[in-house]
């Protein structure tokens, strides 16, 4: 199995950049703190999530991209983690209550880009669309990469497409700011990326994915990624194309859904390529500043898991150790996110999850009624 190259995900990271400059939206103010003035009682708000068990774990990779490295133990207090990645159904009752309009959705500002023309600054996002050639470069992600006007959580592949028979798919098409701003509403928080990655492999130790150390236990797809040639080709095997409902795939030994594949999940935390090697060894909250080599001047966030583009010929990120980075008020068709809430905040006691099945139980609707 082959991994993506450098030059690719800097590529990668290049046409995300240039379609941000039509993406630019209200940074928020803070990193995803809990908002507890007007939230839900602790009771609803933990509706839904699963009670991570504080502990120390093996973050990172030494076999994987040099941003993965150095792979060192790391201690974090509980926490209590949505089940699933955000729905559209979630989503949109966030919206009908506060009237909030997402990056996508709004148009960019004359002034945040002098001197281009009127007519290129329109409401839109980043579409994949494979590509008409038959072998594209995997250097070139601009093949399969497009703005498309129009194109927002509500409508995801643009005008005509729309979400009414994914209601328990995972929204898309969000920026970090636009993450932020629903966990504030929903008395949550964007994972830390440690965080993240400690729910993501589910008690397990150092394994390669968050099941275990096989692609594919008993010869079965075990998360919605990419089968087949990328970026061209998508035999569908594991059933589908693009997003899937959220609990589609067997959950991992937390409880927890969709830690691999699906859509790319927002964390809390600024990218910097080196900070493992000087990062705490409790509770890391990731650094101060944002600082990507490949581009030095874009401020860029960390995010977690993968997507149902990932494949193990061009981009291998549904393993737990990987990492992506993007500007913070980009939005993209594979990018989604779910929120978290600090034991304290919650007022719930830090008791280890018992089971799977209570955890289950309480998303059975999303499981089943897709």
């Known amino acids: 199995m082959t991994q993506r190259t450098t030059s690719s995900t800097n590529a990668f990271s290049t046409i995300i950049s240039a379609g941000t400059a039509l993406l630019i939206g209200v940074s928020a103010s803070v990193r995803g703190s809990e908002e507890t003035s007007g939230s839900p009682p602790a009771g609803e708000r933990t509706k839904q999530m699963v009670l991570i ?18 792979q060192h133990e790391v201690k974090v207090d509980a926490f209590w983690i949505d089940q699933h990645e955000v729905t559209n159904e979630q989503f949109a009752r966030f919206v009908e209550s506060t009237d909030y309009v997402t990056t996508a959705e709004r148009t960019p500002s004359s002034d945040d880009f002098p001197g281009v023309s009127p007519d290129q600054l329109v409401r839109g996002s980043l579409v994949f669309t494979p590509p008409l050639t038959k072998d594209p470069s995997l250097d070139q992600p601009s093949s399969w990469w497009q703005f498309v006007p129009g194109a927002n959580w509500r409508h995801p592949e643009g005008p005509g497409s729309g979400i009414e028979d994914r209601t328990k798919h995972p ?45 594919q236990p008993l010869g079965r797809h075990a998360a919605n990624i990419w089968q087949g040639r990328f970026p061209h080709d998508n035999t569908k095997e594991d059933g589908f194309v693009a997003t899937a409902p959220v609990g589609s795939f067997p959950a991992n030994g937390y409880g927890l859904y969709d830690m691999a594949g699906n859509v790319w999940e927002w964390c809390a935390d600024w990218y910097r390529p080196d900070y493992y090697a000087h990062s705490s060894a409790t509770n890391p909250s990731g650094p101060a500043s944002s600082y990507d080599p490949d581009e030095p001047g874009a401020r860029k966030r960390v ?46 006691a830090a008791t280890p999850v018992s089971s799977h099945a209570s955890a289950e139980q309480t998303t059975s609707d999303a499981a089943t009624s897709n």
């Open 171 to 215: 929204v898309v098409h969000v920026s970090w700011d636009d993450a932020v701003a629903y966990c504030k509403w929903a008395g949550k928080r964007l994972p830390t990326e440690a965080e993240w990655e400690y729910a993501s492999r589910g008690g397990l130790d150092r394994k390669e994915y968050v099941w275990g150390d096989e692609q």
């Open 53 to 70: 068990p504080g502990g120390t774990f093996w973050m990172g990779s030494d076999t994987g991209p040099a941003d993965g490295r150095p």
């Open 303 to 348: 995010e977690r898991g993968g997507s149902y583009l990932c494949t193990d010929v061009y981009c291998g990120s549904f393993r737990p150790a990987r990492r992506m980075k993007t500007s913070p008020d980009t939005s993209l068709c594979h990018t989604g996110f779910r929120g978290v809430i600090s034991v304290a905040v919650a007022g719930a």
